[in-house]
């Protein structure tokens, strides 16, 4: 799905969000981060799930045994922006853990399909779910 990925990010950058906000089904947000190390923003394009007023995300990476980079940006720097549609907001990240984190875990399983437990099943790091609350 990289390609397919790479393709929906750049719609949802470069249309504002009139596309992209859904893939397969799916709701997406965009995360905005400044890189660790580089200083430069990045974006990433992310399957998400509701909490209230905040919103989730998994730091799955498809499995793979290091968290994604936009994990490590935001232990650096928590305050970071989202976009979902073409409504931008300022939120500041904490990683969920008990209760929030199984019941966010499930819900985001269940709407990716069950495409996180695979995930999961590829790797012996415990995947964050990161809670974006709205400051």
């Known amino acids: 799905m ?5 393709v929906h990010q750049w719609l949802y950058e470069n249309t504002d969000g009139r596309i992209g906000a859904s893939l397969g089904g799916r709701p997406m947000l965009l995360l905005r ?3 660790r190390r580089t200083r430069q923003p990045r974006t ?8 209230g007023k905040a919103y989730a ?3 799955s990476k ?3 045994p290091h968290h994604p980079g936009w994990f ?3 232990t650096v720097q928590p305050d970071v922006e989202i976009q979902v549609g073409c409504t931008r907001i300022p939120v500041r990240a ?3 853990e008990g209760e929030q984190r199984s019941r966010l875990w499930a819900r985001a399983d269940e709407v990716n399909q069950g495409q996180y437990a695979t995930y999961q ?3 012996s790091r415990v995947i964050p779910v990161v809670v974006l609350e709205p400051r």
Request: aromatic share 4%.
């Open 121 to 123: 099943s590829r790797t």
């Open 62 to 64: 498809g499995g793979a």
């Open 72 to 74: 490590h940006n935001l």
């Open 44 to 51: 990433a394009a992310l399957l998400y799930v509701r909490d």
């Open 2 to 6: 990289g390609p397919l990925l790479t």
């Open 33 to 35: 981060t400044i890189g």
């Open 57 to 59: 995300v998994i730091a």
């Open 94 to 96: 904490r990683v969920a």
